[in-house]
DNA sequence: TCCTTAATAAGAATGATTATTATTTAGTTT
DNA sequence: AAACTAAATAATAATCATTCTTATTAAGGA
């Protein structure tokens, strides 16, 4: 049973061992399993949520290292924030460039992948401001579930 | 000494009026002078910016109230959240179509307009997910003032 | 195995935002 | 124009996500 995706996030551990050592920090279990839970979900978990899960299989961890792991995560480029507008940051481990649709009733986030001939243009003006880092769009709407829901309640 | 921008924001005013009768809400001088804080402004306040302008003309208004305010105008369509992955919420009183380069370093939010022939195209998959609201589209980068500080400091 | 220092756990602190409650007032009705 | 009523407000307490402090632990090199 040793799926395509275990050994697909065995790889990525294996990576994150390498971008540790690269950047001369520490390769400790917290930093392991954090990773892990963020990079085994598709739920673009909150740091909350990351931390439930961990303590289930580290009950000593604490909030702070859940905090303070993701944010050097981030600085390493593993992990990225959420953009969502709302006071839980969440976070998403998947680097292949996708976009994020999220619904204002329910708050889910919804991956949005751009087809292989889809490119999402940057404003002409946008390279006058300075060195553009990253773009993050983000599409906010009412995802079908809630737009269903709406129509159940009105019957 | 009546300019164009004074009469301009008479103008979003009698707008801001109308549609608080047209939604039921009361036309209260707070937010009135909420909405004139945002609308006036080209720096994209946080809500503490705006309590502190406020209070200048009316010493009594609450946090509360503003934080109040600036939520219902944002649920009315006039205002808008930058989305800026920081701690504070910053606002946006300017409807036309427009995006943000932000700042990693100072965190200061730039407006880049489009040209009249530009448009961001959404992704195809985009509507698959539900009935889409807005579009937000967030340029994260170095701007060219940190930039030239940057360089200074090299010498 | 020892040593150095980064990383951690525990819990306190912070800071933005929101809730509570008594009071005021906008807009309607008399 | 006075009275009424519910929405909005001021004041302050509370909440909640996140970060800081400090003493302790452990990763990885010597």
């Known amino acids: 049973m040793n799926s395509d995706k275990e050994k697909m ?3 990525r551990i294996d990576f994150l061992r390498t971008m540790c050592k690269l950047k ?3 390769v ?4 392991i399993e954090i990773y892990k839970q963020v990079a085994n979900s598709c739920e673009h978990p909150d740091a909350e949520t990351v931390y439930e899960a ?14 303070r792991t993701l944010a050097s995560l981030e600085d390493m480029d593993m992990i990225f924030r959420v ?3 709302l006071p839980k940051a969440r976070f998403d481990a998947d680097k292949t460039p996708h976009h994020h649709f999220l619904c204002v009733k329910c708050n889910e ?8 001939d889809e490119k999402i243009e940057l404003p002409k003006n946008a390279e006058r401001f300075g060195e553009i880092k990253d773009i993050n769009v983000q599409i906010r709407g009412i995802c079908n ?4 829901e709406q129509k159940n309640k009105q019957n």
Chains 1, 2 share one sequence.
């Open 54 to 67: 961990v303590k289930e299989k580290m009950p000593n961890v604490s909030v702070d290292t859940v905090y």
């Open 9 to 11: 996030l065995e790889e």
């Open 83 to 85: 953009d969502n507008q």
């Open 145 to 148: 579930k809630c737009l269903q």
């Open 24 to 26: 001369g920090m520490r």
């Open 109 to 116: 986030v919804y991956d949005i992948f751009l087809e292989s």
């Open 28 to 31: 400790t279990p917290q930093r």
